[in-house]
């Protein structure tokens, strides 16, 4: 099962490190991570996605994780009502006579073009797992050309 | 006042009351070792590294007090890295101090340069590396107080040497406050009261206690609550001391060399009171048939403890000495465990601990049981790893805290005889014995020099069988008799400890064990005694790997 993990960190270096070493030492890839301070710039917030098919590892792993001296607060938002957000750019083939079917898709999925070249355009999109899914498949008939997408950042519903 | 960074190392030391230091110098320790030249500071100048690391494990052990050990950048410290592996396995709140090249420098690939903070990162509790003067003294203070709060570990400080040279106002900070670090001390109430309410109403109780209730102290809240309960006691290896063995509730080590009662007990109990324990594979055995019938309630200090490998009905997270101080006030009704206890007593009688003595051999066990003789159960034991690890652990009655010292969880061959010169330096009027085999005691026999030239008369005892012994033996057992590699050629031990300048003494002959360990206690010297024992003695009771507890080999008819 694929878990979203956020913890709460002083923001120095090494703290990264060490909470990837809690991971990788089990054999737990990281799937996907996002760091970035916060208002207050001595503490960072990273958010995890790891994919985690024994939930005892995992529980383990988070209470390894509330052990690291560097680290504040745990948070994990799979059995929380959350909000997840993911940023993707996309380089696809485009040219000018593309331009009505490009826009059909945007318009239907909620994406942008940021620049459309002679022979490339660049979409932008910020979504949940399954939208920037939906969009990538729509997206496919163009050939993608390069692609990159940002960690899962998350924030609890009240 | 404006100090270098090497003599504000030492002033923050002296403020942690740091009597002692184990280290080895080089190029980038230079400045602290200029420091330390006229510092009111005692140093130990060890032969290697990893004697300074597991020497101040060892007086750790024996004291209760941080340990501090120095080492050079580079070789200096990952020769540090068993030792602090070894401290972290077992919980031991340790300093290490490592120099590192030049602050400007790192990352370049520098003469005795190593990411000493990325090695050791799984193997400390926390660790530093150090890149302004102005920082220092606050993370020494950090680091004792991590190093030694909630579940104690080795905290490792990495200091460049440019550091050390730099000047800053020595500023020590009365005050810690690391927001991200509270350990629980105190056990919630709601969870004592169900604990207490369980615990009445058990029929057969058993207490399972762990190297835990030693750390916190909790010598006496143990014994007070076992003597209320009227309950049955079991230890693991690194319980040993944390209640008298020759009390008439104890029932001695459980586990994979655990006694066969123990281990009956923890298959038959229908309550387990574990305290600061961690239900190691070497204690349950096969996982899914350990403690069949028993709930279980487990107080510990460290959440990632509890449910880890066993499912937990209980937890209690805090400190074992405040948590058993208060169940002892707030158990009001007792359990009757009189019939408990004399299915225990048959089991007692039915399979206690035994070996076949001989007349014309010295069994290993008998040797172990001679220095209990000898020194009155009053001596302070280490050992090494393997077969001698598990007959001191069996055939010496250790009836206080801090008195049997052994590596528990890494099983750190090499371990014991520097780990008796911390304990001895840390315990100077008690007897230091190291109990040790003829492989393990070559691992870090070096030390001899350094004991000799300090003055540090710990005891040698080698149990000599010319075999790596429990690898032997496990070959013996489950590789049909192929002894590959395990056969050792030794060196001539006597003439070894005479020429660092020790005392050595050969025993050959049973009648003169007794002798040769009264000889060595009245001499006030290294000692060291090459016991020749049997050679294919194995340890008994034995359960295999991945069987259950009650599967045990009894060895003897």
Excluded at chain 2, 87 to 92: E, H, K, N
Excluded at chain 2, 165 to 181: C, L, N, V
Aim: one cysteine or more; hydrophobic letters at 40%.
């Amino acid at each position: 099962m694929r878990h979203t993990v956020a913890v709460l960190v002083e923001n120095k270096f090494g703290v990264l490190a060490r909470i990837a070493g809690l991971f990788s030492a089990r054999g737990y890839n990281i799937s996907s991570l996002a760091v970035s301070e916060t208002l207050d710039p001595t503490i960072s917030y990273m958010t995890m996605v790891v994919d985690a098919e024994d939930e005892k590892i995992l529980e383990q792993i988070k209470k390894q994780l509330n052990k690291l001296i560097d680290v504040i607060i745990v948070t994990d938002f799979t059995k929380k009502n959350h909000i997840d957000r993911e940023l993707m750019l996309a380089k696809i083939g485009y040219s000018a006579k593309d331009k009505a079917k490009l826009d059909g898709v945007l318009d239907k999925i909620g994406a942008k073009a940021v620049q459309r070249g002679n022979d490339t355009a660049i979409i932008e999109m910020i979504g949940d797992q399954d939208e920037i899914r939906s969009l990538l498949e729509a997206l496919k008939q163009f050939g993608i050309k390069e692609l990159v997408r940002s960690g899962r950042i998350a924030i609890a519903k009240e | 006042m404006k100090l270098t960074g090497a003599k504000i190392l030492i002033e923050c030391l002296k403020k942690e009351g740091v009597e002692v230091i184990f280290g080895y110098p080089g190029g980038q320790v230079l400045p602290i070792f200029d420091a330390l030249y006229d510092a009111d500071m005692r140093f130990i100048l060890t032969r290697h590294e990893q004697g300074a690391a597991h020497a101040a494990d060892g007086y750790t052990r024996a004291t209760g007090r941080t340990g501090v050990c120095l080492a050079t950048s580079g070789p200096g410290a990952t020769n540090l890295t068993t030792g602090i592996a070894n401290a972290y396995m077992d919980s031991i709140p340790m300093i290490a101090i490592t120099g590192q090249v030049k602050s400007f420098l790192i990352g370049n690939d520098a003469f005795q340069e190593a990411d000493v903070t990325g090695i050791t990162r799984p193997i400390t509790k926390h660790n530093y590396l150090v890149k302004d003067v102005k920082d220092l003294a606050k993370t020494i203070h950090e680091a004792f107080y991590i190093a030694s709060s909630g579940r104690p570990g080795p905290v490792l400080i990495d200091i460049p040497s440019d550091i050390q040279q730099q000047e800053a106002e020595f500023i020590w900070p009365e005050e810690i406050d690391i927001r991200s670090y509270k350990p629980t001390s105190f056990g919630h109430p709601g969870q004592m009261k169900k604990a207490a309410k369980m615990i009445a109403s058990a029929k057969k109780p058993l207490i399972y206690a762990g190297g835990g209730v030693i750390i916190s102290g909790a010598y006496h809240e143990l014994k007070k609550l076992t003597e209320k309960l009227n309950a049955p006691i079991t230890w693991t290896l690194m319980g040993i001391g944390c209640f008298p063995s020759t009390h008439k509730l104890s029932l001695g080590m459980l586990g994979m060399h655990g006694t066969v009662y123990a281990n009956h007990a923890i298959m038959e109990a229908d309550l387990i009171l574990a305290v600061g324990a961690r239900f190691d594979d070497r204690v349950t055995g096969r996982l899914d048939k350990f403690a069949p019938y028993a709930k279980i309630i487990h107080i510990d200090i460290d959440p990632t403890s509890i449910s880890k490998n066993v499912k937990v009905d209980i937890p209690i997270v805090g400190d074992a000495k405040n948590i058993l101080g208060q169940l002892v006030e707030d158990i009001n009704k007792v359990p009757d465990t009189s019939e408990w206890l004399k299915t225990i007593e048959t089991w007692k009688k039915k399979s206690p601990l035994k070996y076949h003595d001989k007349k014309d051999i010295i069994k290993p066990q008998y040797v172990v049981e001679q220095i209990y003789k000898a020194t009155k159960g009053k001596a302070v034991i280490t050992t090494e790893v393997g077969q001698n690890q598990m007959w001191a652990a069996q055939w010496y009655q250790y009836d206080y805290p801090r008195t049997f010292i052994s590596s528990g969880g890494l099983g750190t061959m090499g371990f014991g005889f520097p780990a008796a010169m911390g304990a001895k330096i840390g315990a100077p009027d008690k007897i230091v014995f190291d109990i040790a085999g003829d492989g393990s005691i070559q691992m870090n026999i070096q030390e001899l020099g350094t004991c000799v030239a300090n003055k540090i008369n710990v005891k040698i005892a080698i149990l000599n069988n010319g075999y790596l012994g429990m690898v032997r033996q496990w070959q013996e057992l489950f590789y049909k008799k192929r002894y590959s590699y395990t056969t050792m050629t030794n060196p001539d031990f006597v003439k070894l400890a005479e020429s660092y300048g020790a005392v050595g003494i050969r025993v050959t002959k049973k009648e003169d064990v007794l002798k040769a360990i009264e000889k060595a206690i009245s001499i006030d010297k290294v000692v060291l005694i090459d016991f020749k024992v049997e050679e294919e003695e194995n340890v008994f009771p034995m359960v295999p790997a991945g069987e259950a507890l009650n599967r045990m080999i009894e060895g003897l008819a």
